[in-house]
C-alpha cells in the first residue's frame, strides 16, 4: 500500500527533474532575466505541486463524489471567465491572470471531467446496490453526460485549444468504455463523430486545418506550418543514440524548434540525450501509468477504480499525443507533456491527480 | 475480455508505437538528421589570402597584390539598414538606390556581411571606418586584389584574373574550385593557376535559428599563393613594347640555347586592372574590340610565313643535296612555271644561295622548290618545328600549318601543281606559322642545329625549374649547311644589297632575314627575324607587323630595340 505512494511519487519527481534539467537547457542562454530564471519558476511548481500530491494523497478521495458538482461549476465558472476576459498569449485565449501566475483553467477542466464521469457512471440502484451504468439507456447512458461534457469542451475548443478538445472527447470515449454501458451506445457515439468529422472541418480555424495538412505533408510548408515538425524530428534524430550531450542541443537552444520548453520538451531532451535517455524516459512514464492501472485493478469500489482508470488514461493519451507530435506521428496540437512541460497549471493538475490515484490505493486498505 | 485489460494492452500499444517512432528518428534516420542540423547552426565564413606574386628573371615585381577596401554591412546589427545605407551613399558618393540594390541582391543572411561597394579606394575606407561608431552594421573589409606596378607590361604573357566561368568550372570542380572563385586568364595566370591560387582558410561558426552569430568552432589560416619568378627581362621587355607602340603586331627576344623568352610583346595590348576593378565597360570593349587585343599574337596569332620560310628550303637543299654552295640560279625578274608567271621583287641575275639569302631572291628559291619537290620542303618544315604548338607552356598557343600534296589531295581533293610547290618555297599559299615558331626556327642557325622548347617560367615558390623546362633536341643537321646559312643571314645585315642594311651600323652584329608576307586584301605582313651578336648570339629577336608594310619596316623596329638595348647596356 506505501509501495504504490513511493513509486509514482518518485517516477513523478524523476520526471519532473528531467524536465527542469531540460527547460534549464534550452532556456538558459536567451536574453533577458525571466527566460534564465523560467527553470526556478518550474521548480516552484513542481514544490507546489508536491505539496498539492501529500495533501490529495491524504485527503480521502470520496469528498470527490460529494464535490462533484460544485467542482463541475467551478470548472465551466473559470473557462467562462477565460472566455470572456482570458489573457491572449501565443494567438489562443487560455490563460487566466491571478495575482502573478497566469492559470490555465482547461489543464484542471480535464480532471474534474474525469472525476465527473467516474462519478456518473458508478451510482448505484437504492435497493441492490447494483450499477445503474447497467441499465442506462442511450439518453442516460449516452446524450445526457455528454451535454455534459460538451459544454466544457466546446468552450475548449473554442479558446482555441483543440488539443485539449480533443482529449476530452477521447476521454470521454475511454470512460464510456470502461463503464458497464452497451457497446452498441459506444459504436452509435462513434459514428455519429465520424458522420461529423466534414462538419467539424468547417468549424476548423484556419491554422487548424493547416496544421492538420501539413501533418499529412510536412513539406508542403517547411518554413511555415511545417517548421516545427520538420525541426522537431531533426532535433530527435540528430541525438542519434547518445544524444548530443546536456546544454549541447543546437536545435533547440539556438532556437530552430520553437516551444522548446513547452510542447516540444520531448525534441529537446530528445537531442541532448538520444535514443537511450528518451528510452528512460519512455519507460518511466509507461510505469507511471502502468501503476495506476494496476491500483485500479485492485480497488474494489466502482467509483475509485474509474476514477483511477480515468487518470492513467488521461496522462497517457497526453504523453502518447504530445510524444507522437515530437515525432511528427500527430498532427501538432498544443498539449504539453505532462510533468516535464514549462507551465504552472499542468504540473499542479498533473501532481493533484497522481495524489488522488495514491489516496484510491490508500483508501482501499481501510475497507 | 475484461475492459480494462484491454486498455491496458492499448497503453503497451501506444508506448510501443513511440518507441518504433523513436527508433526510426534516432537510429534509421539518425545520421541525415544530424547533417540537417548542423546545416541549420554552422556556417563558413571564407577567409581569402594572398594570389602568387610574379617576378621577372631580376626578380622585379611585375604583378603583387594591393589591398582592396570593400564596404560591407552587417544585417544583423544594422537595425534599420536604411540609415546606414544612406550614410554609406553620401561618404562613398553613390547614389542611395544602388546601394540598397546591391544590398537586396547580397543578403543571404543575417550573419553573413553583405557587399555593397567593391574597391572603394583607401580615403573612403577610412572616412566610412569613423562613423563606425554611429553605424556599427558597417565593416570596411579589406581584400587582397592584384596590382599591375607597370599596367599593361607582359599582359599577354602574365594574363588576368576573373570570376571563373561556367566552362572553367565544370572542369575544374574536381580540384576544389568553387564559384566565385577568383582565376587566372590566359598566360602565366591561367597555366600556373594551380600554384598562383592562394588556398581559402575560413571561421566556421555557430549562428542561431535567425542566421546570428553565436561563437566561433573553428579557425583555418589561409595559404599564400606561391610566387612565380618568370625569365622575361622586365627592361627588355619594355623596349619591346615601347618600339611597338601603336603597331599591331608582335616582338619575341628569345635565348636562342635554352628557349627562354626574354620578352615577349603583342600589340594591342590591355591593362589586366580592369577585371580586378571590375569596370564592366572597359571590359566589355576588351572583348568587342576587332583588333582583338586579349589575343596573345606572338603565340597565337597565324600569318603566312613569306620569306623568311626561304631558310628552311635553303637548309633542305643543302642537306638533301641538291644545292651547293656554287650552284647559281639567274634571276630575271620573273620566270614562268607551267602558265603562269611568277615573279620575284626586283631582279637579281646569278646568284649562289648566299645571295639569294641575302638579297631574298624568289626566282632562286622557286628554282630550289622545284628540284627539291613540295614533300621534302613540308618535311624540313615539319622539322623546324612548324605547324604544330612549340609546347610553350601559355594557353591557347596556335599549330599553323604547312600544306603539302597529300593533305593536298586527301582533304581537298586537288592536285598539287608546281605553281603551289613554288608559292611554298616562299611560305606563301596556305603556309601559316606563329611568330614564336618563327623565331625558334631562327633559333636553330644561331646554336648551331638545335630546336629547343621556349618557356617563360623559370622558378615556382624559389624553386629553380629551368632543368625541368628546358628540352633542346638535336636536329642532326651538318655544321656546314648552319655554317653557310649564317653566313647569308650575316650578308643580309652587312651587305648594302642586303635586305636588313639598315640594322648594319649598329653596335653589335646582327644577322637575320626579313620577310614581306603577302596576305589577300591590304597591306603584307613585315617579317624580321634574326639573332645577335653574330657569334655567340645571345639574343634571337623577331619582329612582326600585322599588316605592317614591307620587310624593311619590321628591321626598323628591330634596329630600335637592338639599339636601345645597347644603351641601356643590356647586351
Known amino acids: 500500500m506505501r509501495n504504490s505512494y513511493f513509486v509514482i511519487l518518485i517516477i513523478a519527481l524523476i520526471i519532473a527533474a528531467i524536465g527542469i534539467l531540460s527547460i534549464y537547457s534550452t532556456t538558459y542562454q536567451k536574453e ?86 467516474s462519478r456518473y457512471f458508478s451510482r448505484k440502484e437504492v435497493y441492490d446496490t447494483s450499477l445503474l451504468s447497467t441499465k442506462f439507456g442511450i439518453f442516460r447512458g449516452l446524450i445526457l453526460p455528454f451535454l455534459f461534457v460538451a459544454i466544457p469542451m466546446g468552450l475548449i475548443i473554442e479558446q482555441p485549444d483543440l488539443g485539449s478538445g480533443l482529449m476530452i472527447l477521447f476521454l470521454f470515449i475511454a470512460v464510456l468504455y470502461l463503464s458497464k454501458l452497451k457497446l452498441k451506445y459506444i459504436f452509435i457515439f462513434l459514428l455519429i463523430m465520424i458522420l461529423a468529422l466534414p462538419l467539424v472541418w468547417q468549424i476548423l480555424r484556419d491554422y487548424q486545418k493547416e496544421r492538420l495538412l501539413v501533418f499529412l505533408n510536412p513539406n508542403i510548408d517547411p518554413l511555415g506550418a511545417g517548421y516545427t515538425v520538420i525541426q522537431s524530428k531533426i532535433a530527435i534524430g540528430s541525438g542519434a543514440i547518445f544524444g548530443k550531450g546536456w546544454l549541447s542541443g543546437t536545435q533547440s537552444q539556438l532556437h530552430f524548434l520553437p516551444e522548446a520548453h513547452t510542447d516540444f520538451i520531448f525534441a529537446s531532451f530528445a537531442e541532448e540525450w538520444g535514443l537511450l535517455g528518451s528510452a528512460v524516459l519512455l519507460i518511466l512514464y509507461y510505469l507511471l501509468i502502468k501503476q495506476g492501472v494496476l491500483i485500479a485493478q485492485r480497488t474494489n469500489d466502482y467509483f475509485g477504480r474509474l476514477l483511477a482508470l480515468g487518470i492513467s488514461l488521461m496522462l497517457g493519451i497526453q504523453v502518447f499525443i504530445n510524444i507522437a507530435m515530437n515525432l511528427g506521428l500527430a498532427p501538432v496540437v498544443g498539449l504539453p507533456l505532462p510533468l516535464m512541460s514549462y507551465g504552472g497549471s499542468c504540473v499542479l493538475a498533473t501532481f493533484v491527480a497522481l495524489g488522488i490515484l495514491v489516496n484510491i490505493d490508500r483508501t482501499r486498505a481501510i475497507f | 475480455m475484461n475492459r480494462t485489460r484491454i486498455v491496458n494492452l492499448i497503453v503497451i500499444f501506444m508506448f510501443l508505437f513511440l518507441s518504433l517512432g523513436l527508433l526510426n528518428l534516432e537510429v534509421i534516420q539518425g545520421r541525415r538528421l544530424r547533417d540537417l542540423s548542423d546545416k541549420n547552426s554552422i556556417r563558413l565564413l571564407p577567409q581569402i589570402g594572398a594570389r602568387g606574386k610574379i617576378f621577372d628573371r631580376e626578380g622585379n615585381i611585375i604583378v603583387d597584390n594591393k589591398l582592396s577596401y570593400d564596404a560591407l554591412i552587417l544585417p544583423q546589427e544594422a537595425g534599420q539598414p536604411d540609415k546606414a545605407l544612406a550614410e554609406g551613399a553620401r561618404i562613398l558618393e553613390i547614389g542611395l538606390q544602388d546601394l540598397k540594390n546591391a544590398f537586396n541582391n547580397g543578403y543571404i543572411a543575417p550573419s553573413v556581411p553583405v557587399v555593397i561597394a567593391k574597391n572603394i579606394g583607401l580615403k573612403k575606407a577610412i572616412a566610412l571606418e569613423e562613423v563606425k561608431f554611429d553605424f556599427p552594421s558597417i565593416i570596411i573589409h579589406p581584400s587582397p586584389i592584384r596590382h599591375y606596378s607597370y599596367n599593361s607590361l607582359a599582359a599577354h604573357v602574365i594574363g588576368y584574373v576573373s570570376e571563373i566561368d561556367r566552362w572553367r568550372l565544370t572542369k575544374l570542380a574536381d580540384y576544389g574550385y568553387k564559384t566565385k572563385d577568383i582565376v ?23 549562428v542561431d535559428h535567425r542566421g546570428r552569430f553565436v561563437r566561433v568552432l573553428g579557425f583555418r589560416q589561409p595559404r599564400q599563393g606561391r610566387d612565380i619568378e618568370l625569365t622575361l627581362n622586365l627592361k627588355i621587355q619594355k623596349i619591346a613594347e615601347q618600339n611597338l607602340a601603336d603597331r599591331k603586331g608582335a616582338v619575341i627576344l628569345m635565348d636562342p640555347y635554352t628557349g627562354e623568352i626574354i620578352a615577349m610583346a603583342s600589340s594591342p595590348n590591355f591593362n589586366p586592372s580592369v577585371f580586378s576593378d571590375k569596370s564592366g565597360y572597359s571590359i566589355s570593349g576588351l572583348f568587342n574590340n576587332p583588333d582583338a587585343p586579349l589575343i596573345n599574337r606572338a603565340t597565337s596569332g597565324l600569318y603566312p610565313a613569306g620569306s623568311v620560310f626561304k631558310l628552311i628550303v635553303a637548309t633542305a637543299a643543302l642537306e638533301t643535296k641538291k644545292l651547293n654552295p656554287s650552284t647559281t640560279f639567274i634571276c630575271q625578274g620573273s620566270m614562268n612555271i607551267g602558265k603562269q608567271k611568277f615573279s620575284c621583287w626586283d631582279t637579281h641575275y646569278r646568284q649562289n644561295l648566299i645571295g639569294a639569302i641575302e638579297r631574298s631572291c624568289n626566282v632562286f628559291f622557286y628554282r630550289t622548290g622545284l628540284l627539291l619537290g613540295a614533300q621534302t620542303i613540308h618535311d624540313y618544315a615539319i622539322k623546324f618545328g612548324l605547324a604544330k604548338p612549340t609546347a610553350f607552356e601559355l594557353p591557347y598557343e596556335a599549330s599553323g600549318f604547312i600544306p603539302s600534296p597529300l593533305w593536298r589531295k586527301i582533304n581537298k581533293f586537288k592536285n598539287w601543281f608546281d605553281g603551289d610547290t613554288a608559292n611554298l618555297s616562299i611560305g606563301q599559299g596556305d603556309v601559316l606559322v606563329t611568330p614564336l615558331q618563327i623565331t625558334r626556327m631562327m633559333a636553330v642557325f644561331a646554336n648551331g642545329g638545335y630546336l629547343v622548347t621556349p618557356y617563360v617560367v623559370k622558378a615556382i615558390d624559389a624553386k629553380d625549374i629551368s632543368s625541368y623546362q628546358r628540352k633542346i633536341t638535336s636536329l642532326h643537321f651538318k655544321r656546314s649547311t648552319i655554317d653557310y646559312i649564317r653566313e647569308g643571314l650575316r650578308d643580309v645585315v652587312l651587305s648594302p644589297a642586303g635586305t636588313a642594311n639598315v640594322l648594319a651600323d649598329l653596335a653589335v652584329s646582327v644577322a637575320g632575314k626579313t620577310g614581306t608576307a603577302q596576305a589577300p586584301g591590304g597591306q603584307p605582313h613585315a617579317w624580321f627575324v634574326g639573332f645577335f651578336p653574330f657569334k655567340n648570339p645571345k639574343f634571337v629577336i623577331c619582329v612582326f607587323l600585322e599588316r605592317g608594310g614591307p620587310g624593311y619596316l619590321s628591321c626598323l623596329v628591330a634596329k630600335q630595340i637592338i639599339g636601345m638595348m645597347i644603351e641601356e647596356g643590356l647586351i
Open chain 1, 32 to 117: 533577458g532575466k525571466l527566460w534564465q530564471e523560467i527553470y526556478k519558476r518550474q521548480i516552484l511548481w513542481v514544490l507546489l505541486g508536491l505539496t498539492m500530491f501529500i495533501i490529495m494523497s491524504n485527503l480521502p478521495y470520496r469528498w470527490l463524489w460529494d464535490w462533484t458538482y460544485f467542482l463541475n461549476a467551478a470548472a465551466l465558472f473559470f473557462l467562462f471567465l477565460v472566455f470572456m476576459l482570458g489573457v491572449v498569449r501565443l494567438g489562443a485565449q487560455r490563460w487566466l491572470k491571478i495575482a502573478w501566475f497566469n492559470f490555465q483553467p482547461s489543464e484542471l477542466a480535464k480532471l474534474i471531467i474525469v472525476i465527473f464521469l
Open chain 2, 184 to 206: 587566372g586568364f590566359g598566360g602565366v595566370e591561367e597555366k600556373y593557376d594551380y600554384y598562383l591560387r592562394q588556398e581559402e582558410g575560413g571561421l566556421s561558426v555557430q
